[in-house]
């Protein structure tokens, strides 16, 4: 089975502000192939100046990492569907919330892909079918426990 690494960096200067909380939270992502990705911790979660918008936040790419595993599969069977996908885009969404159990965590995951087709189109079923079996074979959707959800538009 193929290996996948990512690194994460993160350095700070200054220890006595890191010891003050006085410290920031942005990062870079490094995958395997070398692609860097800026990263912060959520400004939701981190006010600002400890923490960056502009960076991609854990719970980004948590989420993104679920919707284009998705999206990959959803292609690779539309294709050998004999289905030709001329677009695709996906605005997915999640939020996080405190369970029974005091912890806070990612509960659902929803994506909302629209995808449009050369002709022929497929039909709903088709397309609804198509769906299932991409969350089925998605490794990142069969690694987690957050329920996730597909609403086409």
Same mark, same amino acid.
């Given at each position: 089975?193929?290996?996948?690494?990512?690194?994460?960096?993160?350095?700070?200067? #200054?220890?006595?502000?890191?010891?003050?909380?006085?410290?920031?939270?942005?990062?870079?992502?490094?995958? #395997? @192939?070398?692609?860097?990705?800026?990263?912060?911790?959520?400004?939701?979660?981190?006010?600002?100046?400890?923490?960056?918008?502009?960076?991609?936040?854990?719970?980004?790419?948590?989420?993104?990492?679920?919707?284009?595993?998705?999206?990959?599969?959803?292609?690779?069977?539309?294709?050998?569907? @004999?289905?030709?996908?001329?677009?695709?885009? #996906?605005?997915?969404?999640?939020?996080?919330?405190?369970?029974?159990? @005091?912890?806070?965590?990612?509960?659902?995951?929803?994506?909302?892909?629209?995808?449009?087709?050369?002709?022929?189109?497929?039909?709903?079923?088709?397309?609804?079918?198509?769906?299932?079996?991409?969350?089925? %074979?998605?490794?990142?959707?069969?690694?987690?426990?957050? %329920?996730?959800?597909?609403?086409?538009?």
């Amino acid at each position: 089975m193929p290996k996948h690494s990512a690194t994460v960096a993160w350095s700070n200067p #200054d220890p006595a502000a890191f010891r003050e909380g006085r410290y920031s939270r942005a990062f870079t992502f490094h995958f #395997d @192939g070398g692609a860097a990705v800026a990263g912060s911790a959520s400004p939701d979660v981190v006010k600002a100046p400890w923490s960056d918008p502009a960076g991609v936040d854990p719970e980004e790419a948590f989420l993104a990492s679920i919707a284009s595993c998705h999206m990959l599969w959803f292609l690779d069977l539309a294709k050998h569907a @004999g289905h030709a996908v001329i677009a695709y885009d #996906d605005t997915a969404e999640t939020k996080l919330v405190r369970s029974g159990d @005091g912890k806070v965590r990612i509960e659902t995951v929803t994506l909302h892909p629209r995808i449009a087709f050369a002709d022929p189109v497929p039909d709903a079923a088709a397309i609804m079918a198509l769906h299932e079996a991409a969350h089925d %074979k998605c490794f990142i959707a069969n690694s987690v426990s957050a %329920k996730i959800l597909i609403e086409p538009a």
